[in-house]
C-alpha cells in the first residue's frame, strides 16, 4: 500500500474517556437553579393566598364612617381612597390573590349599586407566576434538548457517557511514530523474528502468492523495562501503519459487557484501518487461566478474554491486521490464548548482556556531557542484570547528581553514586552513627567482602559502604567479571560463604553476632535448598530433584497439589541442606581466620570513611591490611592512570588538529574549484576525457 493510500484510508475515530468538566457542572447547575426557582413560585402562590384574604378590602367599602371616593383594581392590587372621619383623605392598598379578583369585581357591584362607591377601575390582571413557571418548564425541555444533542455529537467523537462499550485503545497514525528497529539497541534476534511481520505488513501480497500465513498474534514476554513496547511500537514504525495501543485493564469495567463490546469495537476499527497493529500490553490482566483461584472466575474478565479468543480466531486470510501483546507473566496465561492460530509466535525478550547494555548507554548518552574518563563498557559491566529502562534510570540519576553538584559533566563518581542509588536506594548520610553500630557493621561488611575477594575469581568487589541505604545498614556492592547464564556448584557455595562472611565476622572480631545478617541467611538458605531440591548438586541426593517447579501460582489449583515425595525424604533434604550451610560456615571462618589483618584494616578504614571503593579495597586486599602500604600503592595506580588519560588527551587534540588541518584543505580546494570559469571546467573535462 502507497503512503496516498494509507492516507486516503478511512481512520476509525479514537475514542476517549468521558470527561466531565466544567460543562456538565453547568447544566446540572442550571437545572438545579430553574427547578428551585419553579418549586418557589409555586410555594408564593400559596403563600400569598394565606396572607392576604378579600374581608381587608370589604371592611373598608363597608365602614359607614368612611367615605369612599376611588376604588383602583390593578391586575391584583387594589387602591382605595377614602376620608376618615376628621375629613382628611386616605389611600390604603391591598394585593389579592388573582384567584379572588372575580369575587372582588362581584363584590364592587353589588356596593356600587348600593350606593356605597360611585364608580371603580379595573384593569385585567396577568398571572406572572404561571407564565413564569410555563417558561421554567420550557426552558428544562430546551436544556435537555441541548444536552442530549451534545451528548450524541460527543458519541460520535466517543467522548460520551454512552460509549462504555467503543474502542479505548489510543491510535497513533503512521507519521506521528518515530521509533524504527535502529532505535532499539540490543534485541537482535527479537527485531529478527519481528521483521517478517513487518514484512508482511508491508507486502503481504508476496506472501498470499506463496500461500504462507503469517502469525496472527505475536506475544512478547519477558522482565520488566525489557523494551516489550518499544519493539512493537518499532513494528508500527517500520511498517508505517496505524498502531492501536491498548492495556489490559483498559477492557473491564463494572458492568458486565462492557469488555467484549469494547474489544468488538477495538477490533472492527483495526480491520477499517488494515493494515494495523493491535498492541495490548499488559494482557494477563484479561488473559489469566478461567477457572483458577478460590473464587472461581470474574465474569466481566471471562468474557472479555472469550471475545479476544472468538475475535484472534475470526481474522479471515485478508485481514492485515497483526496483533502483539506484552506480558511480563506468561505462566498465567490462558492455554486458549497460545494455541496455534492465536498467538502464534512467542517471543522472549531477555534482559540485555553486555554489549547490549553498552549500545543502550551510548542511546540514553546521547544529549548529555559525558566525561571522557567514563568508560560506558565498564558501566555495562558493572550493571549485570540491568534492564534498558534501568540503564536509562541510572544516567538520569547520574545527570541528577551532577547538577545537584554543580558540575558541568557526568563523572565516573556520578555514575558509581547513580548506580548505587538505583540498587539501593539513597544514601542516609543524615542518619547519626554511634560507635557501637559503626564498628558492628564495619566489620560485617568486611567479612563479605574479604570472603568474595578470598573465594570468587569471576566476580569483584565495587564498594563498601557502612551508610545506611534503603534498608541495609550498609552494604558490600559487587560486579561480575562477564555474564554469565549459568552457574557452577563451586560458584554457588561460594555465593553461600560470601553470604555467611558478615555473620562469620561479628562471631570471630566481635565475640556476638547480631540480627544485622537476617538477609543474609535467607539468601544461603535459599540457593543451598535449591542445590539440593532443584539442581541436583547434593552429593547424597547426586542428578535428584524434588518438586514440581512449575507450580500453580493461583491458591485455588495450589491447595489441590501434594508432596511429591515422603516425609522421611524431606527430613532427609533438610539435613543436607544443613550440612552444606555448616560446612560452608566453617570454611569462612577459616578464611576470615588466615585474613585477620586485611578484616581489621578494612574495618578501621570504614570506621573512618565510611565508604570504600573497588580500587581502594583492592589496594588494601594487596597490602594485607597495611593502611600506609594501601594508600602508597592507591597514589602509585592513580598517578599511572592520570597519566595514562593524559596520554589518551593529547592523542584526541592531536587527531583534532589533523582533523581541522584536513578539513581546511578541503574548504581551500573547494575554493578553488569554485573560482574556476564554465569554460575552464568544461575544457578540463574534455581534457579528461
Known amino acids: 500500500m502507497s503512503n496516498n493510500d494509507q492516507n486516503n484510508a478511512p481512520k476509525p475515530p479514537v475514542n476517549r474517556s468521558p470527561k466531565f468538566g466544567s460543562a456538565a457542572i453547568f447544566y446540572v447547575v ?11 413560585m409555586f410555594n408564593n402562590r400559596g403563600g400569598a393566598a394565606e396572607q392576604t384574604t378579600l374581608s381587608d378590602v370589604v371592611e373598608i367599602i363597608e365602614n359607614r364612617d368612611y367615605d369612599v371616593t376611588d376604588v383602583d383594581v390593578n391586575g391584583t392590587t387594589v387602591t382605595i381612597t377614602y376620608k376618615d372621619l376628621q375629613g382628611s383623605e386616605q389611600t390604603a392598598r391591598q394585593n389579592v ?11 364592587l357591584e353589588e356596593y356600587k349599586s348600593e350606593g356605597l362607591i360611585d364608580t ?21 425541555g430546551i436544556l435537555a434538548v441541548v444536552i442530549f444533542v451534545n451528548l450524541n455529537r460527543q458519541t460520535k467523537d466517543g467522548n460520551s457517557v454512552f460509549s462504555f462499550g467503543n474502542n479505548r485503545a489510543r491510535l497513533t497514525s503512521p507519521n506521528d511514530i518515530k521509533v524504527k528497529f535502529s532505535d532499539v539497541a540490543g534485541s537482535v534476534e527479537e527485531k529478527e523474528e519481528l521483521s517478517e511481520v513487518v514484512d508482511f505488513l508491508k507486502f503481504p501480497k508476496k506472501y498470499k502468492e506463496l500461500g504462507a500465513k ?36 483498559d477492557f473491564v469495567e463494572m458492568l458486565v459487557g462492557v469488555g467484549a463490546s469494547r474489544v468488538r469495537s477495538l477490533f472492527s476499527d483495526a480491520k477499517k484501518a488494515a493494515p494495523a497493529v493491535i498492541f495490548i500490553d499488559e494482557i494477563d490482566a484479561v488473559g489469566r487461566k478461567r477457572g483458577a483461584g478460590l473464587g472461581g472466575g470474574q465474569d466481566e474478565r471471562e468474557q472479555t478474554l472469550n471475545q479476544i479468543l472468538v475475535e484472534m480466531d475470526g481474522f479471515d486470510a485478508n485481514t492485515n491486521v ?28 531477555n534482559p540485555p548482556d553486555v554489549d547490549e547494555r553498552e549500545a543502550i548507554l551510548k542511546i540514553h548518552a546521547k544529549g548529555k556531557p559525558i566525561a571522557s574518563t567514563v568508560s560506558l563498557r565498564e558501566v555495562a559491566l558493572s550493571t549485570v542484570g540491568f534492564t534498558g529502562a534501568d540503564l536509562a534510570n541510572l544516567l538520569n540519576e547520574a545527570a541528577l547528581l551532577s547538577a545537584r553538584r554543580n558540575k558541568k559533566e557526568i563523572t565516573p563518581l556520578e555514575i558509581n553514586d547513580a548506580t548505587f542509588r538505583v540498587m539501593m536506594g539513597p544514601e542516609k548520610n543524615s542518619k547519626r552513627l554511634t560507635d557501637k553500630v559503626k564498628r558492628l557493621t564495619a566489620y560485617h561488611e568486611a567479612g563479605h567482602a574479604v570472603v568474595l575477594r578470598a573465594t570468587s575469581d569471576i566476580e569483584k568487589v565495587d564498594r563498601v559502604t557502612i551508610i545506611p541505604a534503603g534498608q541495609a545498614g550498609g552494604f558490600t556492592a559487587y560486579k561480575p567479571v562477564e555474564d554469565l547464564d549459568y552457574y557452577t556448584e563451586k560458584m554457588l557455595l561460594d555465593n553461600i560463604r560470601m553470604s555467611l562472611g558478615g555473620r562469620a565476622a561479628e562471631e570471630i572480631f566481635l565475640g556476638e553476632v547480631s540480627t544485622g545478617a537476617a538477609s543474609d541467611l535467607q539468601s544461603c538458605n535459599r540457593i543451598a535448598t535449591a542445590m539440593v ?3 541436583g548438586l547434593s552429593p547424597k541426593f547426586r542428578n535428584m530433584v524434588f518438586g514440581d517447579e512449575n507450580q500453580e501460582v493461583f491458591v485455588g489449583q495450589s491447595f489441590g497439589q501434594v508432596q511429591s515425595y515422603s516425609d522421611s ?31 581489621e584494616g578494612l574495618s578501621k578504614r570504614l570506621i573512618e570513611k565510611y565508604k570504600v571503593d573497588g580500587p581502594e579495597f583492592e589496594a588494601i ?15 602509585q595506580k592513580k598517578a599511572e592512570l592520570a597519566e595514562k588519560e593524559a596520554k589518551i588527551k593529547a592523542e584526541n587534540e592531536k587527531a583534532e588538529k589533523e582533523a581541522k588541518k584536513a578539513k581546511a584543505a578541503i574548504a581551500e580546494v573547494n575554493e578553488e574549484t569554485s573560482d574556476e570559469t564554465p569554460e575552464e571546467s568544461t575544457q578540463e573535462q574534455k581534457t579528461e576525457e
Open 30 to 40: 442550571l437545572i438545579a437553579l430553574l427547578l428551585i426557582f419553579s418549586s418557589l
Open 97 to 107: 390573590p388573582y384567584e379572588y379578583v372575580d369575587d372582588l369585581i362581584s363584590k
Open 120 to 140: 371603580y377601575n379595573y384593569t385585567e390582571p396577568i398571572d406572572w407566576t404561571m407564565i413564569l413557571n410555563a417558561l421554567s418548564i420550557i426552558g428544562l
Open 214 to 249: 503469517i502469525p496472527k498474534g505475536v506475544l512478547l514476554h519477558g522482565l520488566p523495562g525489557t523494551g516489550k513496547t518499544l519493539l512493537a511500537r518499532a513494528v508500527a514504525g517500520e511498517a508505517s501503519c496505524p498502531f492501536f495501543y491498548i492495556s489490559g485493564s
Open 322 to 349: 497483526i496483533v502483539i501483546a506484552a506480558t511480563n507473566r506468561v505462566d498465567v496465561l490462558d492455554p486458549a490464548l497460545l494455541r496455534p492460530g492465536r498467538f502464534d509466535r512467542r517471543i522472549m525478550v
Open 533 to 535: 531440591k532443584r539442581y
Open 569 to 599: 525424604t524431606a527430613y532427609e533434604i533438610d539435613k543436607e541442606v544443613q550440612r552444606i550451610i555448616t560446612e560452608c560456615y566453617e570454611d569462612t571462618k577459616r578464611i576470615l581466620e588466615e585474613k585477620r589483618a586485611t578484616v
Open 621 to 635: 586486599f594487596d597490602a594485607e591490611g597495611d593502611l600506609e602500604k594501601a594508600d602508597e600503592m592507591l597514589e
